[in-house]
Every structure is written in structure tokens, then in C-alpha cells.
């Protein structure tokens, strides 16, 4: 990437840039290739924050289906990460996991499991795993709670079979003007269930796949305690990419972190931040971290700036580490700061291999959170930060009353905030839809076909608050 003119003493944010388009030779958006330069196997450089409101296993699974990374939060049980990892590993590459119910269940059992998937539905099964039924919300008016699915589900069944292409899949559901059908394997049980964009998208993207064929899924670790016996129980559970996770990466405690934990997992892909210096970016390469997490306090949910004046605007945090991490033959991640997806194209542009989305994502059907419903009736999810009074306690449950008492005092996040589900974009794929979109159409201004030429043919301008305000869109009647 260059300065389209001199470079300013200063540093930036994303607002502050913009990219300048040049001369290109990519046919269409659809010729650039998005994966990432940092070698785990993502066909799209985004990576799903470890935040605990939003990164579980409905997220990592639908994310690695279109060819990204969720990274589970450090505070989640042994047991418990194990079970969403096996869960992970376990799912089908193309075909959505379905909730599945009996015909006993009642509509209050339905209802309450209806909005875990983008799609509003849930397939009813016999004792054989057969599909005999389907529920949406719709078949619940005018029925109690207590009805069971039997009574109200629809027995209309458009199913269909492993075999199908996704274009007869996609012309199948088109013409019977249905949404999502279940897919059933050769002997008639339930494998999974498609959508008609699902079916359209399993065309676009390509699933992030270990070398087992299996989806991707990385998991979060932290610098206290013993995080060495930590990774070798996650690398033994199948994780695929580890991740050492503190605020502040570059401190003694986080360099020997990463030396513990690459001296039991000398294969593994080991991420480790969070710094925004060459001087942290160098120090955690010499350690043993093959990607850098760069980025302190530009986090939606993060009140560091504000609570401690620590920090750095984050595009030139991720331009002067990227530049270090590549003198090394290492990659960074830039995480935080995004809230469109210009925002990433230019993080992209300044030399990161992908960027970590946490809050953007939280207000979607996938996110690890419940979904609510406020008094206005529209739907919701509550979100925090991982430094906030919230998530202190709970990563604070186990020492004594006394000692959580202390740490509760200090806190660097909102405790809560309510994340309302855009009823034209509420799943994790639609925001995904955005970002590639508009990474892609970045990179065809650039004349890029790839993420690393991306790096090489950036320009980018430094612009004013008003140059800013002058590429936001207008309401109509203004």
C-alpha cells in the first residue's frame, strides 16, 4: 500500500482514509480470489471475535461454512468447548444443521427454539429421524402453548435429495415458492436442511475445512493460570488454531504465554495479541505467534480509550504492525474499529490477512446470546464487552468472593447493550453478504485478484471529517 500523497504525522482511523480507484484488470467482483494470505484455510478474511455474546457454536459453524473463523472466548469450561467443538467438527460442509423436534413437543417448546436459526423454521421428526413435518412461527397463531407440533405443523413436505446440485436445489425451492426444505440422506433420514440463498450461497463461498474436511474452529486462551495444559487439551479436542488472548499482548506474562504453549504445540497455528507497536509485534513474533491480533481500545464495546487514554487509531496500528509482521515472514488480524465494510477493505488494504468482527455481529440469529423481544415487539440480543463488570465475573466465578469483589472494580467495557436484529439482515450471512460484497468490489478498484496484491496496489488518501460525511448515502426526500 502507498499514501497517495505524503504521509501525515499523525495517526488514523478507517474514517480518515479512504482508497483512491486504479487501473484495473479484474473482470468482475466475482474473479477475486479472498483467501487469506495467512495460511489456516479461509476462502474469506473474517474472523468471528471471541466474545462470549456472540461467538458460540451456531456462529462457528455457519461462519466456516462460508469460509471464515469463529474463535471461542477463554473463559468457556473444558467440557463445555469441547462439546461445541465436536459439535463444530460434526456438521455438514454445505447443508444447514436443523432444529429438530417431535411430534409431542408443544408450540412454547417451538417457539422458544425458533429464532436460533436465520431461516424461522423447525423440522419435525419421527423416532427414525424421518422428517414427517414442518413449524414456523405462523402455524403458532391462534394455538396455546401447550398444543403440540402434531396438531399445527404442516405435513406438506418439500424435501430434497444429498444429491441434488444447489442450482436444481435453488430452482426447486424457487418454483415452490419455499424457503427452506429439509435435505434427507439415501435412506430417507434427515441430514441437514437448505435454504433457497442458502443454496445460492454454497455457490459463491467456499467452507474453511481442516485436513479432514471437516469446518474450522479456533478457541481462545488465556495468559494466567497454566495456559500451556490448556492448549494441549484443546489441540487433543481438534482445534485447529489457537489463540492467546489478553488486552495488553505485549507484557512479559503474555511473551512467556506464548513460549509455554508453543513448546507443547509446535504445529499448531498459534495467534497472540493484542498490540498496536512494532516493539509488541516483534516481541510476540520472537515468542512463537505466527498472526498478530492488533488493536486496544477501538472495539464498540471496549471503553479503554476513555477509561484509560491508552490505545492507537487502529488503520495505522494495522499498517505499522502488518509492515513488521511481513519483515518477518509473520500476518497480523485486525480486530476492532469496524462498522462498515469499508472498514475492512481498508484494514485489508493496510496489510492485514483478515479482520476480527465481535459487536457487528452480535445482533444476528447465530450470536451466542438468547433472543429477546422488547416491548415494541422488535427482536434483540444483549451484548458486552469482555473486559466489562459483566464478563469479570463470570471469568471470576471460581475465586473467592473477596478476590471478585476487587476485580469487579475495574472494568474497561459496557456491561450491557441491546443488539437489535435488522429484520432485512438478521443472520450472521447476510452481514457476510455486505463484507465480501464490499471487499470484493475494493479490491476490483485496486486491480487486485487477491488479498496479498491487494497490499502491493492500495492507494490510499487521508481525507477530512467532511470528506468523510460526503461518502455517507442520503435519505431519499432530502
Not at 236 to 243: F, I, Q
Not at 310 to 334: D, M, N, S, Y
Not at 396 to 412: I, Q, S, V
Request: aromatic share 6%; net charge negative; with cysteine.
Amino acid at each position: 500500500m502507498r499514501f497517495l500523497h505524503d504521509v501525515p504525522p499523525y495517526d488514523l482511523t478507517y474514517s480518515d482514509v479512504f482508497m483512491v480507484p486504479s487501473l484495473s484488470s479484474v473482470p468482475s467482483r466475482f474473479d477475486v480470489d479472498l483467501s487469506t494470505p495467512d495460511g489456516l484455510g479461509m476462502t474469506i478474511p473474517v474472523v468471528v471475535a471471541n466474545m462470549t455474546a456472540v461467538a458460540g457454536r451456531r456462529m462457528a459453524e455457519t461462519v466456516a461454512r462460508r469460509g471464515g473463523l469463529t474463535v471461542l472466548p477463554q473463559d468457556i469450561p473444558l467440557d463445555v468447548i469441547e462439546t461445541v467443538v465436536n459439535f463444530v467438527k460434526t456438521r455438514h460442509p454445505v447443508y444447514e444443521t436443523p432444529i429438530t423436534l417431535s411430534p409431542q413437543h408443544t408450540v412454547g417448546d417451538a417457539l422458544g427454539l425458533i429464532h436460533k436459526r436465520s431461516h424461522g423454521a423447525i423440522v419435525i421428526v419421527d423416532d427414525q429421524e424421518r422428517p414427517v413435518g414442518i413449524f414456523t412461527e405462523h402455524d403458532a397463531v391462534g394455538f396455546d402453548r401447550f398444543t403440540q407440533l402434531q396438531n399445527v405443523m404442516s405435513r406438506e413436505l418439500i424435501t430434497v435429495e444429498a444429491n441434488v446440485t444447489a442450482q436444481e436445489i435453488f430452482d426447486r425451492l424457487s418454483g415452490q415458492r419455499i424457503t427452506v426444505a429439509p435435505v434427507l440422506d439415501d435412506d430417507g433420514r434427515l441430514l441437514g436442511c437448505v435454504t433457497r440463498k442458502g443454496a445460492l450461497r454454497s455457490t459463491i463461498y467456499d467452507p474453511a475445512l481442516d485436513a479432514q474436511g471437516r469446518l474450522m474452529i479456533a478457541v481462545a486462551v488465556g495468559i494466567n493460570g497454566d495456559p500451556a495444559t490448556r492448549a494441549k487439551a484443546l489441540l487433543a479436542m481438534g482445534v485447529d488454531v489457537l489463540v492467546i488472548d489478553t488486552a495488553h499482548g505485549h507484557q512479559t506474562r503474555a511473551l512467556h504465554a506464548v513460549e509455554q504453549v508453543r513448546s507443547i504445540a509446535a504445529d499448531i497455528p498459534i495467534v497472540a495479541g493484542n498490540v498496536v507497536t512494532v516493539e509488541g509485534t516483534r516481541g510476540l513474533i520472537d515468542a512463537g505467534a505466527d498472526i498478530l491480533k492488533v488493536g486496544v481500545g477501538p472495539g464498540a464495546m471496549c471503553t479503554t480509550r476513555m477509561m484509560t487514554g491508552v490505545g492507537r487509531p487502529q488503520f495505522t496500528a494495522v499498517l505499522e504492525c502488518a509492515a513488521e509482521a511481513k519483515r518477518l515472514g509473520k500476518h497480523i488480524w485486525a480486530d476492532g474499529g469496524v462498522r462498515y465494510p469499508r472498514d475492512v477493505a481498508l484494514a485489508l488494504a493496510g496489510g492485514a490477512a483478515s479482520v476480527m468482527v465481535g459487536s457487528w455481529l452480535a445482533g444476528t440469529y447465530e450470536s451466542a446470546a438468547d433472543t429477546l423481544r422488547g416491548p415494541d415487539g422488535r427482536l434483540y440480543k444483549e451484548s458486552f464487552g469482555m473486559a466489562s463488570n459483566r464478563a469479570v465475573k463470570n471469568r471470576t466465578r471460581f475465586e473467592t468472593p473477596f478476590e471478585r469483589a476487587a476485580k469487579e472494580l475495574f472494568e474497561e467495557g459496557i456491561s450491557t447493550s441491546r443488539m437489535y436484529l435488522d429484520p432485512e439482515r438478521p443472520g450472521v450471512e447476510d452481514i457476510i453478504d455486505q463484507i465480501v460484497a464490499g471487499v470484493r468490489s475494493a479490491c476490483t478498484y485496486a486491480g487486485a485478484n487477491t488479498i496479498p496484491e491487494l497490499h502491493e496496489r492500495a492507494v490510499v488518501g487521508v481525507q477530512s471529517a467532511a470528506g468523510y460525511d460526503e461518502g455517507r448515502p442520503q435519505g431519499t426526500n432530502w
